[in-house]
């Protein structure tokens, strides 16, 4: 009788034990990837312990956050799908680590991919490291074929969601790729990668809706936000981009089924030393016969920028493409507003647009800038008849002949 007492209160210690264990790890619904029941451990791959916390926290029917402490922790590769049961939430504090070697992925075009969630928060003031740094020297991809397109983290249809107080950074390719997202929120995020690392556009955006982009800090070796097609509702705002090739709607038209571009707004923004300030590109001689309308730049401060302000619908980088072919794309109810600071070329405004395809309603106002070297600032626009007030002359559309990149115009 005694033996039988002892076994059973033995039998209840364990299970209280084994209960408090859980109600420990899973705390306020909370999953930490360093836990005894995931095992992960800074130094040591986590692409497992991840996995199994991202399984477990994404059936849950109550809110839950998987943790990943402050730490260096390297990783393969991962990819959170859901939909999940509830709202879900990441907390990276602590650094992951891509592998240097791109071919060692499953997909190696993406590194860490997040797919058709909903009410999802990735936080925590931590670090996606992408370490891209071999991968630049091949990226040139317009000549290597085998230039690494690794992107450091996709989002692909995500839904009513918050990215904040993240970094990416070194990424061998893209840094953010968002793809088909709704209601998306980037908030102070960080994106770091050097001026010459090729390839590495900071947030691109494409095909959706609702998204806004708000006091982040960008610089890196392309683009430092590109809008592709399919972008509607777009808001960026309290944006510093630099080192980088500036803000750009596009490039558009150079695939087949590409979508309409509407309603972007980009407001409050300083840009520094770019290869371009503000810009809106399309392909000559493409397939896509879309339309780019309602993009509006308001409030920029432009610091020692080449090609402050573009609109170019004869991009055509490498020379591939015919220029003697217009742009298919139709530009209208565009505007530069409440631009100011200082230009490295000569050329500050350039406005060319398609000769089979004129843009409309091109607004220009408040308009000062003034070149940081020696010289003088001029301005080109062909194919259009923009609404001009409060801008010097020389920005005025100064001449409706195209100006020649070694003499101060935009680049390829």
């Given at each position: 009788m005694g033996l039988k007492l002892v076994m059973n209160l033995l039998s209840i210690l364990m299970i209280l034990s084994s209960a408090s264990a859980k109600r420990e790890l899973l705390s306020d619904g909370e999953f930490d990837v360093t836990s005894a029941k995931y095992g992960g451990k800074a130094g040591s791959d986590i692409s497992q312990a991840l996995t199994n916390a991202w399984k477990d926290a994404c059936a849950s029917t109550s809110p839950s956050k998987i943790i990943i402490p402050k730490g260096t922790y390297p990783l393969k590769e991962a990819e959170f799908s859901g939909p999940c049961k509830a709202p879900i939430e990441m907390q990276l504090q602590g650094t992951l680590q891509a592998p240097e070697d791109s071919t060692q992925l499953t997909k190696p075009d993406t590194w860490i991919g997040f797919l058709y969630i909903n009410d999802f928060t990735?936080?925590?003031?931590?670090?996606?490291?992408?370490?891209?740094?071999?991968?630049?020297?091949?990226?040139?991809?317009?000549?290597?074929?085998?230039?690494?397109?690794?992107?450091?983290?996709?989002?692909?249809?995500?839904?009513?969601?918050?990215?904040?107080?993240?970094?990416?950074?070194?990424?061998?390719?893209?840094?953010?790729?968002?793809?088909?997202?709704?209601?998306?929120?980037?908030?102070?995020?960080?994106?770091?990668?050097?001026?010459?690392?090729?390839?590495?556009?900071?947030?691109?955006?494409?095909?959706?809706?609702?998204?806004?982009?708000?006091?982040?800090?960008?610089?890196?070796?392309?683009?430092?936000?590109?809008?592709?097609?399919?972008?509607?509702?777009?808001?960026?705002?309290?944006?510093?981009?630099?080192?980088?090739?500036?803000?750009?709607?596009?490039?558009?038209?150079?695939?087949?089924?590409?979508?309409?571009?509407?309603?972007?707004?980009?407001?409050n923004c300083t840009i520094s030393k770019t290869q371009n300030g503000v810009r809106v590109k399309t392909w000559p001689n493409g397939p896509s016969a879309i339309t780019a309308s309602d993009i509006h730049f308001e409030d920029i401060i432009m610091d020692d920028v080449q090609n402050p302000i573009v609109l170019d619908q004869e991009y055509c980088p490498y020379d591939q493409c015919d220029k003697s072919v217009s742009s298919k794309i139709k530009i209208s109810n565009v505007s530069f507003k409440n631009i100011r600071g200082t230009s490295a070329t000569a050329l500050g405004v350039k406005v060319a647009c398609s000769k089979s395809n004129p843009c409309d309603q091109v607004v220009m106002s408040d308009i000062d800038l003034k070149l940081s070297g020696a010289g003088e600032l001029t301005s080109q626009c062909t194919n259009a008849k923009p609404t001009i007030t409060n801008v010097a002359k020389p920005l005025a559309c100064a001449t409706d002949q195209p100006v020649d990149p070694a003499k101060g115009g935009a680049p390829k």
């Open positions: 990735l936080s925590g003031g931590g670090v996606f490291d992408g370490q891209g740094a071999k991968a630049w020297k091949a990226n040139d991809c317009q000549k290597n074929p085998k230039c690494s397109s690794t992107i450091n983290v996709r989002f692909h249809q995500i839904k009513k969601s918050l990215v904040k107080d993240i970094t990416s950074l070194n990424s061998k390719n893209f840094h953010f790729n968002i793809i088909g997202a709704e209601q998306l929120t980037f908030d102070h995020v960080t994106v770091t990668a050097p001026g010459d690392s090729l390839n590495t556009d900071g947030i691109h955006i494409g095909r959706s809706n609702g998204v806004n982009i708000t006091n982040c800090v960008i610089g890196t070796g392309d683009d430092c936000i590109s809008i592709g097609d399919g972008t509607k509702q777009l808001s960026i705002e309290k944006v510093t981009c630099g080192p980088g090739h500036g803000i750009s709607v596009g490039s558009l038209g150079k695939y087949d089924n590409e979508e309409p571009v509407a309603g972007i707004f980009v407001k």
